[in-house]
Each structure stands twice: as C-alpha cells, then as structure tokens.
C-alpha cells in the first residue's frame, strides 16, 4: 500500500504555479506575507532531503526508523525538515518548544516511547541535548543548501497501518506528553475524505489561516490536506488572530477563515460595531469553528447576518481538527483515553447550505463513525450551557471502528474493536448531531487553550491533611485547584496559609515536569473550601466540574483574572 507521499509529492507538482504557503514575515503591527508555491516547496524539500542522506547514514539511521525532530514550531525550514524526512523514508517524531519547559527527561523519555533512534534539533534547543547519545543540529538557513545533485532513493512501501508521522498531546499524563501516532491510512483519510467535506467554499482554491505550530499535527499535516487538493495556508503570528491581522489577511487573499469557538466569539463583537470587519465575514468563502460550542448569541448573529457559516467537530485520534471541548464526567459504561492535540479533520460537519441548522452536523460521509446510545449521563451534567440548549434527544457516544480509515493507531484505542472518542453527542434531527460535551477529566487552558488531564496533574504527598482535591480552568487563563481539607478551617486564614504553602512544596518537583499551562505556581491558584461541600454525582461520587465552577464563581473568577497578569 502506498507512503502518504505517494499522493503528496504529484499533487505537488500537478499544483506548480499556485501559492502553497504565504509565510508571516512583518509584525503584528504590520503583518505582510512571502508567498512559497508548490513547485517551490518540492524543489525544497528535495534539496534538503539530499543534504540530509548522508549525514543521517552517518548517524547509523535507516529507512522507516523513527527520528524526533525538535523544532520551534514557527519557521518554514520547521516543515521542510518533517516532509524531507519523510521523503527519505524515515518516520519524524515531532518535538515542540513547550517541552523545553520540562527539559532534557522529557525528551529522553518521548524518544524512549517510540523507539526514536536520534534527535534533530534546533539551536535553540542546544543546552537540552547534551547528554543523548545520537544527536545533530538543525541547518536554520535553507540557502546553505545546493540544488539537488543525486539521485534520491525510493519512497518505501508502507502498509495502511505503518506510522508516517509521530505528534504528541498538548498536554501531560503523570507528568509527560502522549505520543499519537499517525498511520498512513489515517493521513490519507484526512486529505482525501475529511478536508473535501470541510471546504465546502466552491471550486477556487481556498486560502486559510493555520492553528498553531508547524510541531502540531493540524498545522504540520497541511501539506498532505491542503496539498493534495491544490489549497493554500496562511501562517498567522498567532493562533488567536485579532481583528487588525485578520483584515490584513483578507486584503493579501484569505477566503477561509477557521478559528476555535472563543475566538470566532472575540471576532463577532470586533464585527458589532466594525464595518470592516462585518464586511470582511460577510465576504469569506466560508467561516468555521471548532472546538467548543459557539454562544446561542454568536450563533444566531452568524445566521441573521447572512455569515457562510459552518462548525467541525474531530478528534486528534480519528480525524483533522481536535482542540474539542474535553469537560465531564466519565461514562459508566465508556471510560475514554484522551490523546489531544491540535489536529485538522473532521467526523461530522454542518451544511453551509443550510446555516439555520447550527450548531447541529452529520457525519461526513466516508467516515465509518457510529453512534452508541450513552447510559449514566445526566444532562444537568452537560459541559457549559448544552442543558439549556438540550433539545430532548438522545445523547450518544462517538465510535470509530477498527476497520475505520479514521480509527486511531492501535497503541491509542482504547477498545480492542475500536476506539470511543468520550464525546457526547445529541441527536437534534434524523441524521443530525449536536455536540454536547466530555466525559473524561481533560480541559483546555493557558494562553494559547492547551489541554490539560486534571486527573493527573496534581501528585501532592500530604494526603494526609487532605479530604479531596478538584482542578478546574477549562477555557481559562490557568488552572486553580480546589481543595478540601481534612481539619483545615477554611475562615483561619494563617492555617489556610499554611496548608497553601504545604501543597506547593510537596507538589513542587512534580510541577516542574509539566506543561507551564499546567502548573499551580501561586497560593492563590489554590482555593481551600470546607469539607465535603464540593458537589458530587449521585451514583459515583464524582465531583461536578460545571456546579463546581457555578458554586465558587466569583472567587474563580477572580483568580483567573489575577492570573492574565502574571
């Protein structure tokens, strides 16, 4: 069965003349953009795979070996690397800026877990491998590099489920990120099944923004989907783009405008009382969002306002574009593993044809996803205002089954058939589908809306002053810890103090090995509350993130509002 470039590389040259990539090259004050055409971006990635082949033989590395590739995630000689390497025939495993926050281990340890044989890094990294055994810096400067002058070796066969690329969660279990692997017929599906029901703008070539690093799958794999139906990607400064960047991509050619739910939301208001910006909606081929429900508000000033609207929903296992609300209380049945990171593609979409029906979608044809009836949820236990908005259908769980091109890498199912996504699902229509929230203990947070595994994010050894501990900030600027104490009166305040300074001692070098979104850094991220009082599931026992979050609003608040300062 053909390597994923067996596709990539014709389109590539079937393509030559357009614009593949518009690099972000002004500020944020000025943006402006350098255009790189398919013909261009071939022409690179052979000249650098050539560079490349004998100094990685040097390194004693063969073909489908896998080699992390450690980059800033921001420069474009960062996606040559990954599709050079791949032309080679090796699997690049790609490394992220965050993970210097944890250091060398990490690293190590991300290597260790599939097999890595060497690690290319940027300079930027230097003083973080210092001690792995079989390492080379990145070249930062593609003009150091001649024309191609030999002969490349084949692209080696691979079946469906050999891995093409490596990427990893956003976010930390037990103190290191998860590998998620991407197999070949996974990267197929996402270019030839999922991106042609996403664009739904026509025939011309769309022109949209990217999400994120080059180190991030969603933003990594747009030469695969983009590539392959003749597309182009803008990079942005930064993934929560503002309104004076987003006019300036309008004007250099943007027709496709993706953006997480929140930040479409920041958007709308620009758009209120903007002209500009109204304007400039209104003449997008077509405006989606992802990652969490739209308000009920936004929602419906999109459909008055006559805005080619459309929403995705995927998860980083199954399909392109998973920053997916990750917010509730595990199933009784169905105890989802959640390996999340920014992706690109989808299981469901909704019709651009037909805006009035937001926020429901149907499942993207091709796509072998089932619906499973849910037991155990309670829909007063629905992620954020999905009870009001429940229209008294029944909820289901998202299957993908093992014979699914979409189905995940069988190191990450976590069913031997298969693989349940933990989202919740309510059926609006026949055939329609609203997303209705998690059932697992991730949630999105920090600046830049990383995941985060509350369950294991917190590894304190007083336990013995402690009754029990809650995480929350989903779509916040941190994360705060609830806490319950065994004896602690929560109105004496040198004993709250006390205890404060405690749990931040003893969690301290656990702490280190996280995420920065991830890490209680001040007392006042920890908030002591009397025992018992944190509400609680009623067959379980669980504590309620969202009554949780209700019942301690303004001190939460508050906090978090502390926490954009810092």
């Not at 896998?66 to 960062?78: A, E, H, L, Q, R």
């Not at 013995?464 to 609830?482: A, N, R």
């Given at each position: 069965?053909?390597?994923?470039?067996?596709?990539?590389?014709?389109?590539?040259?079937?393509?030559?003349?357009?614009?593949?990539?518009?690099?972000?090259?002004?500020?944020?004050?000025?943006?402006?953009?350098?255009?790189?055409?398919?013909?261009?971006?071939?022409?690179?990635?052979?000249?650098?795979?050539?560079?490349?082949?004998?100094?990685?033989?040097?390194?004693?590395?063969?073909?489908?070996?896998?080699?992390?590739?450690?980059?800033?995630?921001?420069?474009?000689?960062?996606?040559?690397?990954?599709?050079?390497?791949?032309?080679?025939?090796?699997?690049?495993?790609?490394?992220?800026?965050?993970?210097?926050?944890?250091?060398?281990?990490?690293?190590?340890?991300?290597?260790?877990?599939?097999?890595?044989?060497?690690?290319?890094?940027?300079?930027?990294?230097?003083?973080?491998?210092?001690?792995?055994?079989?390492?080379?810096?990145?070249?930062?400067?593609?003009?150091?590099?001649?024309?191609?002058?030999?002969?490349?070796?084949?692209?080696?066969?691979?079946?469906?489920?050999?891995?093409?690329?490596?990427?990893?969660?956003?976010?930390?279990?037990?103190?290191?990120?998860?590998?998620?692997?991407?197999?070949?017929?996974?990267?197929?599906?996402?270019?030839?099944?999922?991106?042609?029901?996403?664009?739904?703008?026509?025939?011309?070539?769309?022109?949209?923004?990217?999400?994120?690093?080059?180190?991030?799958?969603?933003?990594?794999?747009?030469?695969?989907?983009?590539?392959?139906?003749?597309?182009?990607?803008?990079?942005?400064?930064?993934?929560?783009?503002?309104?004076?960047?987003?006019?300036?991509?309008?004007?250099?050619?943007?027709?496709?405008?993706?953006?997480?739910?929140?930040?479409?939301?920041?958007?709308?208001?620009?758009?209120?009382?903007?002209?500009?910006?109204?304007?400039?909606?209104?003449?997008?081929?077509?405006?989606?969002?992802?990652?969490?429900?739209?308000?009920?508000?936004?929602?419906?000033?999109?459909?008055?306002?006559?805005?080619?609207?459309?929403?995705?929903?995927?998860?980083?296992?199954?399909?392109?574009?998973?920053?997916?609300?990750?917010?509730?209380?595990?199933?009784?049945?169905?105890?989802?593993?959640?390996?999340?990171?920014?992706?690109?593609?989808?299981?469901?979409?909704?019709?651009?044809?037909?805006?009035?029906?937001?926020?429901?979608?149907?499942?993207?044809?091709?796509?072998?996803?089932?619906?499973?009836?849910?037991?155990?949820?309670?829909?007063?236990?629905?992620?954020?205002?999905?009870?009001?908005?429940?229209?008294?259908?029944?909820?289901?769980?998202?299957?993908?089954?093992?014979?699914?091109?979409?189905?995940?890498?069988?190191?990450?199912?976590?069913?031997?058939?298969?693989?349940?996504?933990?989202?919740?699902?309510?059926e609006t229509a026949p055939g329609l589908?609203?997303?209705?929230?998690?059932?697992?203990?991730?949630?999105?947070?920090?600046?830049?809306?990383?995941?985060?595994?509350?369950?294991?994010?917190?590894?304190?050894?007083?336990?013995?002053?402690?009754?029990?501990?809650?995480?929350?900030?989903?779509?916040?600027?941190?994360?705060?810890?609830?806490?319950?104490?065994?004896?602690?009166?929560?109105?004496?305040?040198?004993?709250?103090?006390?205890?404060?300074?405690?749990?931040?001692?003893?969690?301290?070098?656990?702490?280190s090995r996280l995420f920065d979104h991830?890490?209680?850094?001040?007392?006042?991220?920890?908030?002591?509350?009397?025992?018992?009082?944190?509400?609680?599931?009623?067959?379980?026992?669980?504590?309620?993130?969202?009554?949780?979050?209700?019942?301690?609003?303004?001190?939460?608040?508050?906090?978090?509002?502390?926490l954009k300062t810092w």
């Amino acid at each position: 069965m053909p390597h994923f470039l067996d596709y990539v590389l014709p389109a590539l040259k079937k393509y030559s003349d357009r614009t593949l990539i518009k690099l972000f090259t002004g500020t944020q004050d000025a943006p402006s953009w350098k255009s790189i055409t398919y013909q261009q971006f071939l022409d690179d990635i052979e000249r650098l795979a050539g560079f490349l082949i004998d100094r990685l033989a040097e390194l004693g590395l063969k073909q489908k070996d896998v080699v992390g590739v450690w980059i800033t995630g921001g420069k474009y000689i960062d996606l040559v690397y990954l599709y050079a390497l791949a032309r080679l025939g090796y699997i690049p495993q790609m490394l992220n800026k965050s993970m210097a926050v944890q250091g060398n281990p990490v690293i190590k340890d991300m290597l260790a877990a599939t097999h890595g044989k060497a690690v290319l890094y940027d300079p930027f990294f230097s003083d973080f491998v210092t001690d792995i055994a079989v390492s080379m810096p990145l070249i930062t400067d593609l003009s150091s590099v001649g024309p191609l002058s030999r002969t490349l070796p084949d692209i080696p066969n691979a079946t469906d489920d050999e891995i093409g690329i490596i990427f990893h969660t956003s976010g930390t279990t037990s103190g290191k990120p998860k590998p998620v692997p991407e197999t070949h017929k996974w990267l197929r599906c996402q270019a030839q099944i999922q991106w042609v029901a996403i664009w739904q703008g026509g025939s011309e070539q769309a022109v949209v923004n990217n999400l994120g690093s080059f180190a991030n799958v969603g933003s990594a794999t747009t030469i695969s989907y983009l590539g392959w139906s003749g597309h182009c990607l803008v990079q942005t400064s930064k993934p929560d783009i503002d309104a004076h960047e987003f006019l300036a991509m309008v004007s250099d050619g943007l027709n496709f405008v993706m953006l997480y739910a929140p930040w479409l939301s920041k958007l709308i208001s620009v758009a209120r009382t903007d002209r500009k910006v109204y304007d400039a909606l209104r003449g997008m081929r077509q405006v989606t969002y992802t990652g969490a429900a739209l308000n009920p508000e936004d929602e419906q000033w999109l459909i008055e306002n006559g805005i080619p609207a459309t929403v995705i929903y995927a998860t980083t296992e199954a399909g392109l574009f998973s920053y997916t609300i990750l917010d509730h209380d595990e199933l009784e049945d169905h105890k989802a593993d959640p390996f999340i990171l920014c992706n690109l593609g989808g299981c469901f979409v909704s019709d651009i044809s037909d805006v009035k029906a937001l926020p429901s979608m149907h499942i993207i044809e091709g796509i072998k996803c089932k619906l499973l009836p849910t037991s155990g949820v309670n829909k007063i236990e629905l992620d954020g205002d999905s009870e009001n908005r429940a229209r008294g259908g029944q909820l289901y769980d998202c299957f993908i089954p093992v014979d699914a091109d979409n189905c995940p890498h069988r190191s990450i199912r976590n069913r031997p058939d298969g693989h349940i996504t933990g989202d919740i699902f309510e059926e609006t229509a026949p055939g329609l589908y609203a997303f209705r929230g998690r059932n697992d203990d991730w949630i999105r947070t920090g600046k830049t809306l990383s995941f985060c595994d509350t369950k294991h994010v917190i590894t304190i050894s007083c336990t013995e002053s402690l009754t029990d501990i809650f995480l929350v900030g989903h779509y916040k600027p941190g994360v705060v810890l609830l806490v319950e104490p065994t004896t602690v009166d929560p109105a004496d305040d040198s004993a709250v103090s006390g205890l404060k300074a405690k749990i931040l001692e003893r969690n301290d070098p656990f702490n280190s090995r996280l995420f920065d979104h991830e890490r209680i850094k001040h007392a006042f991220q920890i908030v002591i509350v009397s025992r018992g009082t944190l509400p609680r599931t009623m067959e379980k026992g669980n504590i309620r993130r969202k009554a949780t979050e209700d019942q301690h609003a303004d001190i939460l608040e508050a906090t978090y509002a502390r926490l954009k300062t810092w």
